[in-house]
């Protein structure tokens, strides 16, 4: 057999990307286009993205204050300096790095300071949903808080306070319910009736929590706080409708500092099926009265809502009743409880104090011989009175208040805008060394004198100062007269992290072993 050999044709070198003795050009003239052309598309897309991010990191610069700093007024008034942030988040994000990761706080107004001077106390920025002007000196909070024709108390969360609840309305409306308030939760008559009603619950919840040897305080404060709130608003005695509405307002009150994002899954959706729940339970109740009435005997802030009449002699509605009722409870309850719970903590760690605290009460408990303290005891208690001024500072419960504006303003030169919020940093005005010498030292002595003017402001101010702020005071007063004179304890965990939100705390609640003196 026989093979053939069969030649091959000499290669060409055609391929693209290969050159050959016949071609030797081709390569040179192919790669420079190419690299060329590679360059000129990442340059591109890197300009593309460096542009995208530049949009992105000013949008709401762009979108809020450039066209208001356009728009000067006569007096050439501009924004106040600041940073909006990212589109729809605006600053949240550095908000909660400084209060919920780095749990530093004060250090957010802070890094405004030095990045912007102190100026008059205004930031422009975008938080909770919304373009704001930060006050954060005692002048400007003056301003917001006392100019009530230019700023009114819009809250972010307005579905879960209540359209027609004290906190909201504006007017006779305000007027009319906020007086009927304060004589029932606020003056000196009805507060002696209080600090007689609240004292049984307190000083049996003292005596479980000593056999029960180690408790969480801020648990079990919120327990006996709830229960004396559901006795005097509305005669719930404890059992399951109380414990059904504990739970349902632990929900809703987490949606106070939650982002406005209203559907399932998000705290705020929760918060008001929490807040329908709870209305339920005391719109039943509401019928019942009605429909039966209610004996002298079991009169309470529910009752007496349904009794307030305006001029005309009109009754409240029904859900004016109800938003009111849910309102003053979301008002007191967790506050109430966070302040004694701050209470068993400094005075742990501040032994002194509570020395001072029992030479003062002392004397009281022996001539009382057993009996309950009156409210006419507690004001004779001033170095009590100290203490408790100095517990409600360093708590900082309410960090920042709410206004927004309903027109242009003016003041000292910086415009804050018609539609805007401003947020009257409070907590600042408390943690700031220029108004309390030694801020974060736990001083009763320091309220000898009074503080500076505009620096205090725990309870907020104008008429919108805390209605039931004497009833707060009152009810730390009378845990403060039953601890001193009847109880020890230690913390369970002296150096606990803190946490700042919703509310500051430390991370454990204040655990602390307790037992009888």
Same mark, same amino acid.
């Given at each position: 057999?026989?093979?053939?050999?069969?030649?091959?044709?000499?290669?060409?070198?055609?391929?693209?990307?290969?050159?050959?003795?016949?071609?030797?050009?081709?390569?040179?003239?192919?790669?420079?286009?190419?690299?060329?052309?590679?360059?000129?598309?990442?340059?591109?897309?890197?300009?593309?993205?460096?542009?995208?991010?530049?949009?992105?990191?000013?949008?709401? +610069?762009?979108?809020?204050?450039?066209?208001?700093?356009?728009?000067?007024?006569?007096?050439?008034?501009?924004?106040?300096?600041?940073?909006?942030?990212?589109?729809?988040?605006?600053?949240?994000?550095?908000?909660?790095?400084?209060?919920?990761?780095?749990?530093?706080?004060?250090?957010?107004?802070?890094?405004?300071?030095?990045?912007?001077?102190?100026?008059?106390?205004?930031?422009?920025?975008?938080?909770?949903?919304?373009?704001?002007?930060?006050?954060?000196?005692?002048?400007?909070?003056?301003?917001?808080?006392?100019?009530?024709?230019?700023?009114?108390?819009?809250?972010?969360?307005?579905?879960?306070?209540?359209?027609?609840?004290?906190?909201?309305?504006?007017?006779?409306?305000?007027?009319?319910?906020?007086?009927?308030?304060?004589?029932?939760?606020?003056?000196?008559?009805?507060?002696?009736?209080?600090?007689?009603?609240?004292?049984?619950?307190?000083?049996?919840?003292?005596?479980?929590?000593?056999?029960?040897?180690?408790?969480?305080?801020?648990?079990?404060?919120?327990?006996?706080?709830?229960?004396?709130?559901?006795?005097?608003?509305?005669?719930? +005695?404890?059992?399951?409708?109380?414990?059904?509405?504990?739970?349902?307002?632990?929900?809703?009150?987490?949606?106070?500092?939650?982002?406005?994002?209203?559907?399932?899954?998000?705290?705020?959706?929760?918060?008001?099926?929490?807040?329908?729940?709870?209305?339920?339970?005391?719109?039943?109740?509401?019928?019942?009265?009605?429909?039966?009435?209610?004996?002298?005997?079991?009169?309470?802030?529910?009752?007496?809502?349904?009794?307030?009449?305006?001029?005309?002699?009109?009754?409240?509605?029904?859900?004016?009743?109800?938003?009111?009722?849910?309102?003053?409870?979301?008002?007191?309850?967790?506050?109430?409880?966070?302040?004694?719970?701050?209470?068993?903590?400094?005075?742990?760690?501040?032994?002194?104090?509570?020395?001072?605290?029992?030479?003062?009460?002392?004397?009281?408990?022996?001539?009382?011989?057993?009996?309950?303290?009156?409210?006419?005891?507690?004001?004779?208690?001033?170095?009590?009175?100290?203490?408790?001024?100095?517990?409600?500072?360093?708590?900082?419960?309410?960090?920042?208040?709410?206004?927004?504006?309903?027109?242009?303003? +003016?003041?000292?030169?910086?415009?804050?805008?018609?539609?805007?919020?401003?947020?009257?940093?409070?907590?600042?005005?408390?943690?700031?060394?220029?108004?309390? +010498?030694?801020?974060?030292?736990?001083?009763?002595?320091?309220?000898?004198?009074?503080?500076?003017?505009?620096?205090?402001?725990?309870?907020?101010?104008?008429?919108?100062?805390?209605?039931?702020?004497?009833?707060?005071?009152?009810?730390?007063?009378?845990?403060?007269?039953?601890?001193?004179?009847?109880?020890?304890?230690?913390?369970?965990?002296?150096?606990?992290?803190?946490?700042?939100?919703?509310?500051?705390?430390?991370?454990?609640?204040?655990?602390?072993?307790?037992?009888?003196?």
């Amino acid at each position: 057999m026989q093979y053939t050999e069969v030649k091959r044709p000499p290669r060409t070198g055609r391929r693209t990307g290969q050159a050959t003795p016949g071609n030797p050009v081709e390569k040179s003239r192919s790669c420079p286009e190419e690299n060329l052309l590679s360059g000129l598309h990442a340059a591109f897309v890197a300009v593309v993205v460096s542009f995208a991010g530049w949009l992105l990191w000013w949008w709401n +610069e762009l979108w809020y204050a450039v066209p208001h700093n356009r728009r000067q007024t006569d007096g050439g008034a501009k924004l106040p300096p600041g940073y909006m942030g990212l589109p729809f988040f605006g600053e949240m994000m550095t908000f909660l790095w400084y209060f919920k990761i780095l749990r530093r706080p004060d250090d957010y107004i802070n890094s405004k300071r030095r990045k912007y001077g102190d100026g008059v106390g205004l930031y422009r920025t975008h938080l909770f949903g919304s373009p704001a002007i930060i006050a954060c000196t005692p002048s400007a909070n003056k301003f917001v808080l006392q100019t009530e024709s230019s700023f009114l108390l819009v809250w972010p969360s307005l579905e879960i306070v209540g359209a027609t609840s004290l906190v909201a309305v504006e007017g006779a409306s305000h007027t009319r319910v906020r007086n009927f308030v304060v004589r029932a939760i606020n003056q000196p008559d009805s507060l002696r009736k209080i600090a007689l009603m609240v004292q049984p619950r307190v000083i049996a919840a003292l005596d479980l929590w000593s056999q029960k040897g180690r408790v969480t305080v801020f648990n079990e404060a919120k327990k006996v706080t709830f229960e004396n709130i559901g006795k005097y608003f509305a005669s719930f +005695e404890p059992g399951p409708v109380l414990d059904t509405l504990d739970e349902l307002f632990k929900g809703l009150l987490d949606g106070f500092r939650a982002y406005p994002l209203n559907f399932p899954g998000t705290t705020m959706h929760r918060a008001l099926q929490c807040r329908e729940k709870a209305m339920a339970i005391f719109r039943e109740e509401l019928e019942k009265r009605k429909k039966f009435g209610v004996g002298k005997d079991k009169f309470d802030l529910m009752e007496g809502l349904m009794e307030v009449k305006d001029e005309e002699g009109k009754q409240l509605s029904d859900i004016e009743v109800l938003d009111n009722i849910v309102s003053l409870i979301v008002a007191g309850y967790v506050s109430t409880s966070l302040a004694i719970m701050w209470a068993f903590y400094y005075l742990a760690k501040f032994p002194h104090v509570l020395d001072k605290l029992r030479e003062e009460h002392m004397p009281i408990a022996k001539k009382r011989n057993g009996d309950l303290i009156t409210y006419e005891d507690i004001a004779s208690c001033k170095y009590t009175s100290r203490v408790v001024e100095e517990i409600i500072r360093l708590a900082n419960i309410a960090a920042f208040f709410f206004r927004t504006a309903n027109k242009d303003v +003016e003041y000292k030169g910086y415009k804050i805008p018609k539609g805007w919020k401003v947020i009257c940093w409070v907590r600042y005005l408390h943690t700031n060394p220029d108004n309390f +010498e030694d801020p974060m030292c736990f001083n009763p002595d320091r309220w000898n004198e009074a503080a500076k003017p505009g620096s205090y402001l725990v309870f907020g101010g104008g008429s919108r100062i805390c209605a039931g702020n004497m009833l707060a005071r009152l009810q730390v007063s009378v845990f403060l007269h039953h601890l001193a004179v009847g109880y020890r304890w230690e913390l369970v965990n002296r150096d606990a992290g803190m946490t700042y939100l919703s509310h500051p705390k430390p991370n454990d609640g204040v655990e602390i072993d307790i037992s009888k003196i």
